[in-house]
């Protein structure tokens, strides 16, 4: 729909433009023709080992774009010998862009995908629209180091047809409050067990000294973050797992449904803010910043903002992490895909093998340990100084606006691949967290699996499981109610999801 | 403009043909000023509907509309034969149905109390406070509402307690799911509703009312003999026109009130289309979708146009 209101609207311009015949209006319509993510597509045939790289580049950030004349993309452009035009795209709408990119035919010759596994970009990549790049990453000496595991994930029909962003694996962790577990004379939980004790007496022992039972143990949200934790603590897969040969869904664990006993507990003790399947994130944030609750479920990372905000509204207030909780199956956290969008070579704007082969190999530049500093701390007296021959933001806020929020977009390596710089503490711990999680992360064998249906319908499964799950917590459904629950998600589609899955698994593992 | 086009033209005679040619030179002025309102329909509201082919098809943007395989009415019978079929036609017509019952009539009845306020000063400054809310995105008023309904330290439900009484789930029931929707629609709405009715009753003619006076009616017989049905076509009307969208729920309010203890009663066509069509990138599903909302909406129009031209009143077309 929204391409052709688009290439309506495009037409629509120039329509009005000539029948009212004003050069300006036909200017506009001029100008609307040649988006600005395409490069000449001249001289590339020509002086490519000579002259620099002609590079379009459709990519997300996050505030504003940035001006091509830069100086952080001029010295990208001088280190990696490359002329880049790259067409920045907010992030609230850049899967409708890419659809809508795609649907013009005029693409860029990188272009970013969010959605790589959504049905109209597994058809575009079936219909040969994107170059296959598998075979030439190991001639790429920082390419060929990034983790194989991850590309298999982004592998359609055994093939790679892009470079995946890399984020780190595992980053959940408990963030609670240090202060509060002082005060109530606990130590850091070890066990589910201990984990309770501590809720419980953050909400029941006046954690915050105040004389009034106000707060909470846990906050959560709607879409439930933590419970997911809880689940791996416990023992339940990481979304799915695979028995028997056979893919299989994490509810269908019992493992899964003891977590959910758990969370029920929680609940019917007061031990869980009670209108959390009401909350988003951002309130489920208050809660911890505004001290009514005592521990939330997250990314570690953000505990340093938890921090940060605690400490201006509360002195003294405390914030600590914990990522390892023994449970039946020993230490086990669940671990993501590993990357965060994909950059694709559409074939019409790469036309040579040899263009291909440069492209790769700006990328690979990106990765030098030059460029990583330069994506990740910005110009030096500019955006950060050194202080102890460690790296310090001179303005971060500065530093996310004209580089963190677009430039390091671009980056393949994980974030944290830049030179370390000064940390809190806190910061080193949960980074050592995060790094040391890797061997205990979980991984969902699904990642790397296709399912139509999966493609077509999960978002009409999805709700089936999660409502029967929140219904079952909060006591509006029992454990009957639950099964009838599976049943309906495997009449919906759900088994055919495991079907297509098992049989997948199958041929890659064969 | 429609009626200037009828007015009568003279001193040019001849053939047919020249005479209305003579006759859109005469009101050259006119027609140009109409053209960008004409285009504007045409290059927005009628090329677009070409889109609504690729509901037929299995649209994929790297092939285009041409090249995307048909597949004749297969979206609309997976919509039709989908288990939630009849859980999203129910909710979406409840809650279209009280918004017609309860909401419909209340910018009118708002309207009337405006209009019956005879200190210039007092109206104006009350109509400005009516129309606030219709400026607070619904965000904000989601935000407000869990403010306010809460279970934990909710503003109505700590009155509840303080009095005596249980404490009520607004947000995270079944039974208050529509309560909520509806009352929120009428905080934010209802001033700003009034807007067309204001205009209607400030066209009423004064004298009928000073006429109906002298014959001794009071404010009640004035409203009831002049007023209304001064403005009754209007609101026949607007009426006509709100069943046009029937089906339009609103996206928005409705997708941030949502959560897992009301989606039973709560998903409707809006909320569906963006969970499964638009968000799993289903352009063609999403579209037949949205034609099917379409059509029920052409058919409560042309349903609707005939009632009200057989009660006599001059309906939309």
């Given amino acids: ?510 | 403009m429609a009626e200037t086009t009828t007015l009568p033209v003279r001193g040019t005679g001849g053939q047919p043909g020249s005479r209305k040619l003579a006759r859109l030179m005469k009101n050259k002025w006119l027609y140009l000023m109409a053209l960008p309102g004409m285009l504007y329909f045409i290059i927005f509201k009628y090329f677009p509907m070409w889109g609504l082919l690729i509901s037929f098809q299995e649209y994929q943007p790297s092939l285009g509309m041409l090249g995307s395989k048909w597949v004749g009415f297969d979206h609309f019978h997976r919509f039709f034969f989908d288990a939630s079929f009849g859980m999203l036609f129910r909710n979406t017509l409840l809650l279209a149905l009280y918004n017609l019952v309860f909401f419909f009539p209340l910018p009118i009845l708002l309207a009337l109390l405006l209009n019956e306020i005879r200190r210039e000063m007092f109206k104006r400054f009350i109509q400005t406070i009516v129309y606030v809310p219709h400026f607070v995105s619904w965000v904000v008023v989601v935000g407000i509402s869990y403010i306010f309904f809460t279970t934990e330290g909710g503003i109505v439900n700590d009155i509840l307690a303080a009095v005596g009484l249980p404490k009520i789930d607004f947000l995270m029931s079944e039974e208050w799911f529509r309560t909520m929707i509806i009352a929120q629609v009428v905080w934010k709405e209802t001033g700003w509703g009034t807007i067309i009715f204001l205009a209607a009753l400030a066209g009423v003619d004064q004298q009928l009312y000073e006429a109906a006076r002298i014959d001794g009616a009071g404010r009640l017989r004035q409203l009831w003999h002049i007023t209304l049905p001064a403005i009754r076509s209007v609101i026949v009307i607007l009426l006509i026109l709100r069943l046009g969208s029937f089906l339009d729920t609103g996206f928005e309010q409705i997708f941030l009130m949502l959560n897992s203890m009301n989606r039973e009663v709560g998903e409707v066509f809006d909320t569906y289309v963006y969970n499964v069509g638009i968000q799993q990138g289903q352009f063609s599903y999403s579209t037949a979708v949205g034609l099917f909302k379409s059509v029920i909406g052409l058919v409560l129009v042309v349903g609707a146009n005939k009632l009200a031209k057989k009660f006599g009143e001059s309906g939309l077309f």
């Fill in chain 1, 1 to 510: 729909m929204k391409k052709w209101q688009t290439k309506w609207k495009k037409t629509g311009i120039l329509a009005m433009g000539v029948l009212l015949g004003t050069t300006l209006l036909a200017g506009c319509g001029g100008n609307a023709n040649q988006p600005g993510g395409v490069a000449d597509k001249d001289k590339t045939a020509t002086g490519e080992a000579q002259g620099p790289l002609k590079l379009s580049i459709m990519s997300l950030m996050y505030a504003e774009p940035p001006k091509a004349d830069s100086d952080v993309q001029k010295t990208v452009e001088a280190y990696t010998n490359s002329k880049l035009d790259i067409s920045w795209v907010p992030n609230s709408m850049y899967k409708d862009k890419v659809n809508v990119t795609i649907g013009s035919g005029e693409l860029p010759k990188v272009m970013l995908v969010q959605n790589n596994k959504d049905s109209n970009i597994l058809n575009a990549v079936r219909s040969g629209v994107f170059w296959e790049i598998g075979p030439y990453i190991d001639d790429y000496p920082n390419l060929s180091k990034m983790s194989k595991a991850v590309f298999d994930n982004i592998k359609v029909d055994g093939k790679i047809y892009g470079l995946y962003r890399a984020r780190d694996l595992s980053t959940f962790g408990l963030i609670y409050r240090s202060d509060w577990l002082k005060n109530v004379g606990l130590s850091e939980p070890k066990t589910v067990d201990d984990l309770y004790a501590v809720l419980k007496a953050f909400t029941l022992d006046d954690p915050d000294k105040n004389g009034k039972q106000d707060t909470v143990g846990l906050t959560e949200e709607k879409a439930m973050e933590g419970f997911n934790v809880i689940a791996s603590f416990m023992g339940a897969p990481n979304g799915w797992e695979v028995k028997d040969g056979k893919l299989s869904p994490d509810f269908l664990a019992p493992e899964y449904f003891e977590a959910m006993k758990f969370y029920k507990k929680l609940y019917d003790e007061k031990l869980i803010k009670q209108d959390f399947p009401v909350l988003n994130n951002q309130q489920k944030k208050d809660d911890i910043n505004q001290g009514k609750a005592g521990m939330v479920i997250s990314n570690m990372i953000d505990a340093a903002a938890y921090q940060a905000s605690l400490t201006k509204t509360f002195p003294g207030a405390d914030v600590d992490v914990v990522s390892r909780i023994q449970g039946p199956k020993g230490e086990r956290t669940p671990g993501g895909q590993g990357y965060n969008s994909v950059f694709m070579f559409p074939k019409s704007s790469v036309k040579t093998e040899e263009e291909l082969k440069q492209i790769l190999n700006f990328f690979d530049k990106l990765s030098d340990q030059t460029m990583l500093d330069l994506l990740g701390w910005g110009a030096e007296g500019k955006h950060y100084k050194m202080e102890d021959s460690k790296p310090v933001f001179i303005d971060q806020k500065l530093f996310d606006t004209e580089v963190g929020s677009s430039y390091l977009q671009l980056q393949v390596a994980k974030y944290t691949a830049k030179t370390p710089g000064m940390e809190t503490p806190l910061m080193e711990k949960y980074g050592k967290m995060i790094r040391d999680n890797e061997e205990i992360a979980v991984n969902n064998p699904s990642n790397a699996l296709v399912s139509d249906t999966q493609t077509t319908k999960g978002n009409e499964l999805k709700p089936i499981i999660e409502d029967a799950r929140t219904k079952f917590i909060l006591g509006k459904t029992d454990e009957a109610g639950w099964q009838k629950a599976i049943e309906d998600w495997r009449k919906a589609g759900g088994d055919k999801v495991i079907e297509e899955f098992s049989a997948h698994y199958a041929q890659i593992n064969s």
